[in-house]
């Protein structure tokens, strides 16, 4: 892993006095992924919050998108006063903004006030449980995040103006892999690639993706939890730096109707306490050509087998379901296959770099809870040796027999809310917060009234 743009607290001390560093974002990821937190003075963070952290209220882990307080969660409330939690860095995560001047960020773990317990339903914690769990098995996860965006020619405030229609996006025409139109965009892009590389996050590459102004940044993998704090810094950076060059960008599932969705494509893999791939091996997969360990194939039959109640990790409000259309790259049937962009599971690689792509995650999706999602599953295939059904051939829009992925965000709240796998894994605390977060996402689409109604029935009916 490359330590460019990676700091210890002493470099950052050294970076401070000598007035290259004045400000530290100091976050935590909330419920949607998104980045919460304070801009602290250098010299303060050093002195008060690097090894005690900070207080911050903690309704963040108990609201919604516009922040309201949110009524009905066990974890705070009115009737609790909406108190304090404790964000204390991770100091492993801290690293340059490099696409800020004079700014370092750190992201925090959400622990209780008053001990060093970590709150269980904050997304960094559900994750760590996960790990901690695949360690005890001797397994050490790994991951990597193929996330997409759009790319426009406005600024968020001029979008929010024009009540979001009639966007004109970077580009009038799909630019998949096209090298000439992604040219176009090289102003953020090609900035947005070297602000996060510069910011110890190793990127790879940079393309045109399968829609006009869609466009995807590739970054290296890395450790599950290390992969998952790279994404969500990652998409704050690259919201600063389009915006900072007056242009905006949107990891929306789907933001319209006539256009690909974005998609989070996650690819999985694991090592054991050696270091030795643990998915590599001599049996046959059944249904191709590529051999693997017993621990490959029980861990794919279990995201297999979960898929489906995992959705609402997956698909974490009603406007991602709309990405799940066929013959659109985004998958719609929860099947496996080698190398077909049609299925939910498409496993690639050969040997060391065997591995599971999950095509079902979107854009929008919480990448702590996506990969704590894929783990649990992972590690329930492993435990009970479960195994897949042979690989599927074909098209498999086509493929009606197949389990569909959930078609709206109620029907991934029922199966989440039956699942005793879940709650096995994640604990009912964390269940039933999860839910509740959804059934509020669920409530307030059913009371809005869109512009498709009004455009529908306004006169006509």
């Known amino acids: 892993m490359s330590e460019e743009g990676r700091l210890s607290l002493d470099a950052l001390a050294s970076e401070v006095d000598a007035g290259r560093i004045h400000t530290v974002v100091t976050a935590m990821p909330d419920l949607y992924g998104r980045l919460v937190g304070k801009r602290i003075t250098g010299h303060f963070f050093l002195e008060e919050i690097a090894q005690g952290g900070m207080h911050m209220c903690d309704y963040l882990l108990a609201s919604d998108m516009e922040m309201d307080p949110t009524p009905g969660y066990a974890f705070t409330s009115w009737e609790t006063g909406y108190g304090d939690l404790r964000a204390v860095p991770d100091l492993a995560t801290m690293r340059r903004a490099a696409w800020l001047e004079g700014t370092a960020i750190v992201l925090c773990d959400a622990l209780h006030e008053h001990s060093d317990d970590p709150i269980s339903v904050a997304p960094r914690s559900i994750l760590s449980r996960q790990l901690e769990r695949a360690q005890s098995a001797g397994l050490h996860p790994y991951t990597g995040s193929e996330l997409e965006f759009f790319l426009f020619q406005e600024t968020y405030a001029s979008a929010r103006e024009r009540g979001y229609q009639g966007l004109q996006t970077n580009q009038s025409y799909i630019e998949d892999y096209h090298v000439l139109s992604s040219t176009f965009a090289e102003p953020v892009v090609g900035a947005i690639r070297a602000g ?131 013959g659109t790259f985004a998958p719609t049937r929860v099947a496996w296959s080698y190398d077909n962009r049609t299925v939910g599971f498409r496993v690639v690689g050969e040997g060391p770099s065997l591995r599971v792509e999950c095509r079902i995650p979107g854009g929008d999706a919480n990448p702590y809870l996506v990969y704590a999602g894929l ?87």
């Open 375 to 461: 783990i649990a599953a992972a590690l329930d295939g492993i435990e009970r040796g479960v195994e897949p059904e042979p690989a599927f051939a074909g098209d498999a829009y086509a493929a009606v027999e197949l389990p569909r992925v959930p078609r709206s965000l109620e029907e991934a709240i029922d199966r989440f809310a039956g699942s005793a796998f879940a709650r096995s894994a994640f604990g009912d605390d964390v269940v039933e917060h999860l839910l509740h977060f959804a059934r509020t996402e669920a409530e307030a689409s059913a009371r809005a009234v869109t512009d498709f109604e009004r455009g529908r029935w306004f006169e006509r009916v």
């Open 196 to 326: 996060v590389d510069a910011s110890g996050i190793p990127v790879e590459f940079s393309k045109g993706e399968w829609g006009p102004g869609q466009h995807e940044i590739n970054l290296r993998y890395a450790e599950a939890l290390e992969m998952a704090d790279r994404h969500v810094i990652y998409k704050l950076a690259a919201k600063e730096i389009a915006a900072a060059r007056g242009q905006a960008l949107t990891f929306m599932a789907k933001w319209h109707h006539d256009h690909a969705g974005n998609s989070l494509h996650v690819h999985l893999s694991m090592t054991d306490d050696a270091g030795a791939p643990a998915f590599a091996g001599e049996e046959p997969l059944p249904g191709t050509s590529v051999h693997s360990s017993p621990q490959f194939r029980h861990a794919l039959a279990g995201m297999l087998e979960h898929a489906q109640e995992l959705a609402l990790l997956f698909a974490p409000n009603p406007n991602s379901y709309k990405r799940y259309q066929d």
